[in-house]
């Protein structure tokens, strides 16, 4: 009898994944092992947000695999000595996996190989989380690219329908043993009622995801390109949790959209703009891949002289908790605090305002998304905010500063975004529910308003502000160039 160790990691589905596919063929039992060290993904350990979703997609694929006469072996760290016991424990030949490209992660599991090929155990790890793996997506001269366009271009070429391996039927694994742990005890699940809107608002796990993706291709993504920007409508994908515990791959996606959009007429443009969209996931893993420090410091090294204000706590805290004074800011900020998402196009304003109007670094806004996002992926939050500071790889010009009343009026046109987050000052109309300090003090007090006391004054003037940040960028200019 032939054992072999699928290791779960953030690939927690069954249906096209590399490694439970592989070791499902080749061995006669399989272990599939989930190892709990967060400590090994340090300084950056999953937030709060994502240690929710884990442990309820942790409860779903071992419902999953019950199903197929399994169940998920799960236990603690340090992940070699775990995978090294549970190997001695069975008589474990070969230990399987996908291949995860955040740095102390890679660092990690490299060690791992060659500590468990040490040990006589065949190891094989694949691709189930990117389109295309970093180092065979390259330039011209052979190095990593740093513009979109061309690096999506390259990409989009080589894109093509791919056949997806079906989740096993069956999967035949020893009985338990002492060692394994049930997920209860791992302390993934908040202890307080903070989740309630998250619980409210996704369906973690493989087959939550299998209705997603389907809801998003039958219903969405016909009007995706009208609608994508709009914050107040559906018509996102709402995958990006999804695709970052691998319940989805995006394989997996792009099949679906490409076939979807074989057989419907009209839809190859809204399907275009969306396959670009998972285009950018992949650009951001590509980069973070060839650039492992990105977390950290800005891609454009340039911008370490950038004159920023500090951490301005006050402020920051203000930011956090959506009682900046700026409606549209505080609508994104307290979506993100109740259901662990905001939407793209908010995303871009809050950190606009954060980076710029505050002057707050963008590393601070990065942490604080890696707390509350339940999407919450490295590559994918650090390339966010980069772009959205101006240091980044085709990032934003450094001049282009969001006007969040603008940004309002022309993507929430009738106000149902910032009056579901911000009903306080729900009764305001036209340009003064997005900018409430330029309405009369007669109206605002009929309206039940009282600024400074029901709702914040803004905590800046925009117009101000946005001098402040382009007077900072004009003070490191030499040292930019031109940008």
Known sequence: MSTAIVWFRRDLRLTDNPALDRAVRSHDTIIPLYVHAP???????????????????????????????????????????????????????????????????????????????????????????????????????????????????????????????????????????????????????????????????????????????????????????????????????????????????????????????????????????????????????????????????PLDERFEAFPWRGSAESDLIAWQRGRTGIPIVDAGMRELWHTGWMHNRVRMIVGSFLTKNLRIPWQYGARWFWETLVDADLASNTFGWQWIAGCGADAAPYFRVFNPVRQSEKFDADGGYVRRWVPEIGNLSGTHLYAPWTCPDQELTGAGIHLGETYPKPLVDLAVSRKQALDAYQSIRASLGKL
């Open 39 to 297: 400590d090994e993904e340090s300084p950056w350990e999953p937030g709060a947000a994502s240690c929710w979703w884990l442990d309820r997609s942790l409860e779903a694929l071992d419902v999953d695999l019950r199903a197929r006469g399994s169940r998920l072996a799960i236990r603690r760290g340090p992940t070699f000595d775990a995978l090294r016991t549970a190997a001695r424990e069975h008589a474990v030949c070969a230990v399987y996996w996908n291949r995860l490209y955040d740095p102390a992660v890679k660092i990690r599991d490299t060690r791992i190989k060659e500590g468990l090929r040490a040990d006589g155990i065949s190891v094989w790890s694949g691709n189930g989380a990117l389109l295309f793996e970093p180092w065979t997506v390259l330039n011209g001269a052979g190095r990593p690219y740093r513009v979109f366009s061309p690096f999506w271009k390259t990409c989009r070429q080589r894109l093509s329908f791919q056949d997806l391996s079906p989740a096993p039927t069956k999967i035949k694994s020893p009985p338990p043993t002492g060692a394994d742990l049930e997920r209860e005890t791992l302390g993934l699940a908040p202890t307080i009622p903070w989740d309630t809107g998250m619980r409210e608002t996704w369906v973690p796990g493989e087959s939550g995801a299998r209705d997603q993706l389907e809801q998003f291709t039958s219903a969405c993504l016909k009007d995706y390109v009208r609608g994508r920007d709009r914050p107040a409508l559906s018509q996102t994908s709402r995958l990006s949790p999804h695709l970052h515990f691998g319940e989805v791959g995006p394989r997996q996606i792009a099949s679906a959209v490409l076939s979807l959009s074989a057989v419907t007429p009209g839809l190859e443009e809204a399907a275009e703009k969306y396959l670009s969209e998972i285009g950018w996931r992949e650009f951001a893993h590509h980069l973070l891949f060839h650039f492992p420090d990105l977390p950290e410091r």
